[in-house]
């Protein structure tokens, strides 16, 4: 059965800093991996998603994530964040004709 | 404008009550969700329907119910059986299948008087 482990409950980073958001999958098969973004009192928004091909994601808002099969890691990097982007972060993965699992998110809160 | 509503925003629910969550898309899309988010625990998933007139149960379905009569229309029903209803339920769509992107809406926040 598929599973998602985000490491970090919360990552405190300060504005115009790198970060890195960890999140790793178990899965006995080929998977399809996102992350989506949550603002506080709202539904959900994604940010980016790996199908197959590059393993270098491109997201919206600057986000990047790699797609590391050996170490079934999917982290989600920006070499320089926001106060904008204080938000709940969720890695979520889906293999086959499967549903959704979620990570059990991470909150980043940016400080100036 | 294409999206997902729910309604209402936030809503009490008496002990002994049912109460029903409407969540509604105007994205054409044949696959809806219902996710219940707790404090710490990430997204679950209480239902989904992959077309009209059909649905299964997810990972938390007890004390909930659902129906799919339209393909635009996925309310979600908490019935008295659920001891512990108080959460941010989530309704989501996609086009269908599991490499498609979840289009989510704004929430509906339930809680206990």
Redesign the interface.
């Known amino acids: 059965a598929q599973s998602v482990t985000q490491l970090d409950?919360q990552v405190p980073v300060f504005e115009e800093a790198p970060v890195e958001l960890r999140c790793n999958y178990s899965s006995s098969v080929s998977v399809?991996l996102?992350w989506?973004v949550q603002y506080p009192?709202?539904?959900?928004?994604?940010l980016l998603?790996y199908?197959s091909g590059s393993t270098l994601v491109k997201g919206i808002n600057g986000f990047e994530a790699e797609f590391n099969k050996s170490q079934t890691s999917f982290h989600l990097r920006k070499p320089s964040v926001h106060i904008s982007d204080t938000a709940e972060y969720?890695c979520a993965v889906?293999?086959?004709?499967?549903?959704?699992t979620?990570?059990?998110?991470t909150m980043l809160l940016v400080s100036p | 404008d294409g999206g997902i509503t729910q309604s209402p925003k936030y809503l009490f629910r008496k002990e002994g009550q049912n109460v029903t969550l409407s969540c509604e898309q105007n994205l054409n899309h044949d696959a809806m969700y219902w996710y219940r988010q707790d404090p710490g625990q990430g997204l679950r998933l209480i239902y989904y329907s992959q077309i009209v007139n059909d649905f299964q149960k997810g990972d938390i379905a007890e004390g909930y119910s659902v129906s799919r009569e339209k393909k635009e229309s996925f309310p979600l029903t908490v019935t008295s059986a659920q001891k512990n209803p108080t959460a941010f339920y989530l309704c989501a769509s996609s086009p269908g299948t599991s490499q498609e992107t979840q289009y989510f809406g704004p929430g509906t926040r339930l809680l206990v008087l």
């Open positions: 409950s399809y996102f989506y009192n709202q539904g959900l928004q994604l998603k199908l969720f889906s293999e086959g004709y499967s549903t959704l979620f990570g059990k998110g």
